[in-house]
Antibody
Framework: EVQLVESGGGLVQPGGSLRLSCAASGFTFSSYWMSWVRQAPGKGLEWVANIKQDGSEKYYVDSVKGRFTISRDNAKNSLYLQMNSLRAEDTAVYYC?????????????WGQGTMVTVSS | QSVLTQPPSVSGAPGQRVTISCTGSSSNIGAGYDVHWYQQLPGTAPKLLIYGNSNRPSGVPDRFSGSKSGTSASLAITGLQAEDEADYYCQSYDSSLSAPCVFGTGTKVTVL
């Protein structure tokens, strides 16, 4: 079964850190661009970051640049998001998604999401 | 602030046809980048509905169709059903941004 499973979410204080993980199975993880997409409570979808198949290219939305780092381990079929200096506005459900051979391909596989709450 | 604009809501009776617009610009849809559409049922992850402007993944009913023209795209739902009540998002790529992947503002479809 083709699947993405996120983990690592939780409650963290402003200024704190959290590392999200996404485990892939059922498809050739190393062949595809991967992204993190978030959704604040009651709001729309926001693309956060993506990473090329070999990890050589990474892109971020402006609001997380310098604070978040996307990475992947193809040997472990896993995607990560290191989140530092967290702010209240980072509170959201974080989804990992696969987007195919090219960065502009559609997100055809989504995880179930993991909730991150930034609050004191 | 999203660069792809959708109407906040559309509604229709069962069996009717509704359309959702996605308006972009010359740096995204108008530059030739594909538009993709997602359906998000309440409390669930988004699901790919249309890719490459007008293509349906396996398992998506042919009641759903997509089109693109100029700097805009549209999603049409014909024969509206109760289970179609959800949020819908368009998505594309923008060459003018350092963060190239962009989603639309989202549209809530209500079945009357």
């Amino acid at each position: 079964e083709v699947q993405l499973v996120e983990s690592g979410g939780g409650l963290v204080q402003p200024g704190g850190s959290l590392r999200l993980s996404c485990a892939a199975s059922g498809f050739t993880f190393s062949s595809y661009w991967m992204s993190w997409v978030r959704q604040a409570p009651g709001k729309g979808l926001e693309w956060v970051a993506n990473i090329k198949q070999d990890g050589s290219e990474k892109y971020y939305v402006d609001s997380v640049k310098g604070r978040f780092t996307i990475s992947r381990d193809n040997a472990k079929n896993s995607l990560y998001l290191q989140m530092n200096s967290l702010r209240a506005e980072d509170t959201a459900v974080y989804y990992c998604a696969s987007s195919g051979w090219y960065p502009h391909d559609a997100f055809d596989i989504w995880g179930q999401g993991t909730m991150v709450t930034v609050s004191s | 602030q999203s660069v792809l604009t959708q109407p906040p809501s559309v509604s229709g009776a069962p069996g009717q046809r509704v359309t959702i617009s996605c308006t972009g610009s010359s740096s995204n849809i108008g530059a030739g980048y594909d538009v993709h559409w997602y359906q998000q049922l309440p409390g669930t992850a988004p699901k790919l509905l249309i890719y490459g402007n007008s293509n349906r993944p396996s398992g998506v009913p042919d009641r759903f169709s997509g089109s693109k023209s100029g700097t805009s795209a549209s999603l049409a739902i014909t024969g509206l059903q109760a289970e179609d009540e959800a949020d819908y998002y368009c998505q594309s790529y923008d060459s003018s941004l350092s963060a190239p992947c962009v989603f639309g503002t989202g549209t809530k479809v209500t079945v009357l």
